[in-house]
């Protein structure tokens, strides 16, 4: 099931003849540089490149704007320099990039391209198949995927790992797995047994060997992924099927015998829906966090926003049939008027689930987290936690906790961005489900404004604490998630200042331990900042998701270190850094830099995380580590 198989493509279950595998350029560069408003000035097509129509003036002209810090979203020219010439012109001529692109005449593409590469860095398709499958028992005893149990916890215990806050200062790096020509690894691990699932940012999923990091098989997609791979086992224990969502918001189920596509569906039929957040898998059915690239399209002057509303889907396991679908926004968006370039505006939008969602199975619950509203006029559903059916995805109650966040990429002064705008406080992280040993139960929500919230799920979602271990932001507060040991809640905070607003209270850069039962802040460690002279937007934030084993908690920081924290006091009991080159074992040069988005996952005696992260200025990079206890 698992054996030496190098590559299939995940096409509509077969392989086409004579057809060349996609690059994934449709979606090379983040979604988020789409909408980029610098457009390069008209050109005559197929006018030749020339001396004066060179690639750095061509970069000057039609790229610089965005990408020398114009738009905090959009690469770095030194992370496009990562990106091989065929990978940057693909981007340009069927990608992400070809509206920025329209103007530019073919051979200025190619020039560009050539300029902006660096060709000789760049890795072909290296890879170090294991020699043969490694042995695994009938069963396989746990699978690990995003939360690592259904009410999200993001923590194993004493009987999935050895590693625990006594032996943790023992880790040493194991092995390097590099992404060849990746800027971002934004794809958390998924291990079950002694196989390790992960993708990157150009579609290929890889199966490798938990132990050593040798390549089993891959699989190649056409669209990037950015959420964990959910595995499906059999009754027997034994994985059967791969599940994933993809940027262009279709979701797949992969057979792990045949490692064939068994069915594709999109569930949500706007352009710009995508799925950031894991799905979720249980009994029988998927249920899909829907988010929205429109929030960034919004930059540009000329579209008309927002037409968007952020769902949660519910599909058949076996055939992907949506078994129900919920909107976060009740009402179809409308004509509101028209913006200052004179196109039209809709509302309302937005309220995107970024995250995925937790399964309450005691009360037949989902509850799910959204985003702030992109356009007017505001609903009571945004910067919401929400608690659905689980078997019919009927609202069972909202609790809103910012009203009135209207906001999107073209703030502060673009056309589309709204009056009144809002300061961009999403729940972006899953909420965690836990119930205390006297039967109280509590849901942990972490919301970008730096408040942690304790919610009755029996009371409407009625708030029990309220406590603030952030600063807050744009891009401050908790980002991705939380882990908990079922008695404290271990929070990491990012308090990146990204625009003067988020500056008027210091940063609580770090890790943070909460009581469940109060709320009361435990400990705190605010991490010192060793960013001083970086080029890059460099930090000692936790964006990443943090993940907990008994008596320690690892955080990942946007400066690339890697960190581990004793869950009794919050002292640092080991600390790796990942900004930096590695040899990795598929036989490529793979470099760390910026950890965000995914967290680190624990199984058996290891510990596996990413590094690297090009967007919002960090510093790309194209690792997977993997951390042992040894022998």
């Known amino acids: 099931?698992?054996?030496?198989?190098?590559?299939?493509?995940?096409?509509?279950?077969?392989?086409?003849?004579?057809?060349?595998?996609?690059?994934?350029?449709?979606?090379?560069?983040?979604?988020?540089?789409?909408?980029?408003?610098?457009?390069?000035?008209?050109?005559?097509?197929?006018?030749?490149?020339?001396?004066?129509?060179?690639?750095?003036?061509?970069?000057?002209?039609?790229?610089?704007?965005?990408?020398?810090?114009?738009?905090?979203?959009?690469?770095?020219r030194e992370t496009l320099a990562a990106l091989s010439p065929e990978r940057i012109l693909a981007a340009m001529t069927t990608g992400i990039m070809s509206a920025q692109a329209s103007g530019l005449s073919p051979e200025e593409k190619e020039t560009l391209a050539t300029y902006l590469s660096a060709p000789q860095t760049q890795p072909g398709a290296a890879a170090t198949y294991c020699a043969a499958s490694p042995t695994r028992s009938s069963a396989l005893g746990y699978v690990f995927d995003w939360g690592m149990r259904p009410?999200?916890?993001?923590?194993?215990?004493?009987?999935?790992?050895?590693?625990?806050?006594?032996?943790?200062?023992?880790?040493?790096?194991?092995?390097?797995?590099?992404?060849?020509?990746?800027?971002r690894s934004r794809v958390q691990p998924t291990v079950a047994g002694n196989v390790l699932f992960t993708a990157d940012q150009f579609g290929?999923?890889?199966?490798?060997?938990?132990?050593?990091?040798?390549?089993?098989?891959?699989?190649?997609?056409?669209?990037?992924?950015?959420?964990?791979?959910?595995?499906?086992?059999?009754?027997?224990?034994?994985?059967?099927?791969?599940?994933f969502g993809d940027i262009a918001g279709q979701v797949h189920a992969v057979d792990l015998v045949t490692r064939r596509v068994v069915w594709t569906v999109r569930p949500d039929t706007h352009p710009q829906a995508t799925i950031t957040g894991a799905i979720r898998l249980h009994e029988g059915r998927l249920y899909v966090p829907i988010s929205s690239l429109e929030v960034v399209a919004a930059m540009d002057g000329?579209?008309?926003?927002?037409?968007?509303?952020?769902?949660?889907?519910?599909?058949?396991?076996?055939?992907?049939?949506?078994?129900?679908?919920?909107?976060?926004?009740?009402?179809?968006?409308?004509?509101?008027?028209?913006?200052?370039?004179?196109?039209?505006?809709?509302?309302?939008?937005?309220?995107?689930?970024?995250?995925?969602?937790t399964i309450d199975p005691k009360r037949g619950r989902l509850y799910i987290g959204t985003g702030?509203?992109?356009?007017?006029?505001?609903?009571?559903?945004?910067?919401?936690?929400?608690?659905?059916?689980?078997?019919?995805?009927?609202?069972?109650?909202?609790?809103?906790?910012?009203?009135?966040?209207?906001?999107?990429?073209?703030?502060?002064?673009?056309?589309?961005?709204?009056?009144?705008?809002?300061?961009?406080?999403?729940?972006?992280?899953?909420?965690?489900?836990?119930?205390?040993?006297?039967?109280?139960?509590?849901?942990?929500?972490?919301?970008?404004?730096?408040?942690?919230?304790g919610l009755d799920p029996d009371n409407g979602g009625a708030v029990l604490w309220k406590t603030k271990p952030g600063r807050g932001g744009i891009m401050g507060g908790i980002h991705w998630g939380m882990t908990t040991d079922g008695k404290a809640l271990f929070v990491p905070i990012s308090d990146l200042s990204v625009y003067p607003q988020d500056a008027h209270l210091p940063a609580q850069s770090g890790m943070h331990a909460l009581d469940i039962a109060t709320g009361r802040i435990l400990w705190?460690?605010?991490?010192?900042?060793?960013?001083?002279?970086?080029?890059?937007?460099?930090?000692?934030?936790?964006?990443?998701?943090?993940?907990?084993?008994?008596?320690?908690?690892?955080?990942?920081?946007?400066?690339?270190?890697?960190r581990a924290f004793s869950a009794r006091g919050g002292d640092i009991i080991w600390t790796f850094d990942t900004n930096r080159q590695f040899d990795?074992?598929?036989?490529?040069?793979?470099?760390?830099?910026?950890?965000?988005?995914?967290?680190?996952?624990?199984?058996?005696?290891?510990?596996?995380?990413?590094?690297?992260?090009?967007?919002?200025?960090?510093?790309?990079?194209?690792?997977?580590?993997?951390?042992?206890?040894?022998?």
Not at 66 to 76: S, T, Y
Not at 157 to 163: A, F, V
Not at 589 to 607: E, L, M, N, Q, R
Request: net charge negative; proline share 6%; aromatic share 8%.
């Open 584 to 631: 990795a074992v598929n036989g490529i040069t793979g470099s760390g830099g910026s950890i965000d988005s995914s967290g680190p996952v624990i199984a058996g005696k290891f510990v596996y995380a990413t590094s690297g992260y090009d967007k919002f200025g960090q510093k790309g990079g194209n690792l997977l580590l993997a951390f042992s206890l040894g022998d």
């Open 524 to 562: 705190s460690t605010v991490l010192p900042d060793v960013c001083k002279g970086a080029t890059w937007r460099c930090s000692p934030g936790v964006s990443a998701a943090a993940t907990s084993a008994p008596g320690v908690v690892f955080g990942g920081s946007l400066d690339g270190t890697l």
């Open 204 to 243: 290929t999923v890889y199966a490798l060997d938990a132990t050593t990091g040798c390549t089993l098989w891959t699989v190649q997609s056409d669209k990037e992924i950015r959420s964990p791979l959910i595995v499906g086992t059999n009754a027997a224990g034994e994985p059967d099927a791969l599940y």
């Open 302 to 357: 000329a579209y008309a926003c927002c037409t968007f509303r952020g769902a949660v889907a519910a599909l058949d396991v076996k055939t992907g049939a949506t078994v129900w679908k919920t909107y976060t926004i009740a009402d179809e968006p409308e004509v509101q008027g028209t913006n200052r370039a004179g196109a039209n505006k809709f509302g309302p939008s937005g309220a995107p689930v970024w995250s995925t969602p």
């Open 372 to 453: 702030e509203n992109y356009s007017h006029p505001a609903t009571s559903t945004s910067d919401a936690i929400m608690a659905l059916d689980l078997a019919t995805g009927r609202i069972v109650w909202t609790f809103q906790a910012t009203a009135n966040d209207v906001w999107n990429a073209a703030c502060p002064s673009g056309p589309n961005c709204p009056v009144n705008t809002g300061p961009d406080y999403d729940f972006g992280a899953a909420p965690i489900l836990v119930e205390l040993s006297d039967g109280r139960a509590f849901i942990l929500a972490g919301q970008k404004s730096g408040d942690v919230y």
């Open 1 to 76: 099931m698992i054996g030496h198989q190098r590559s299939e493509v995940l096409a509509e279950g077969e392989r086409r003849p004579g057809r060349r595998l996609l690059l994934a350029s449709l979606w090379l560069l983040p979604a988020l540089l789409a909408a980029c408003m610098q457009q390069p000035q008209p050109v005559v097509a197929g006018t030749p490149a020339t001396a004066s129509s060179s690639g750095a003036a061509i970069y000057e002209r039609a790229c610089a704007t965005c990408h020398d810090g114009g738009a905090i979203q959009a690469p770095r």
């Open 151 to 183: 009410e999200n916890w993001r923590a194993v215990g004493k009987d999935q790992t050895s590693i625990d806050g006594e032996n943790a200062s023992g880790l040493k790096l194991a092995w390097v797995f590099a992404f060849p020509g990746s800027t």
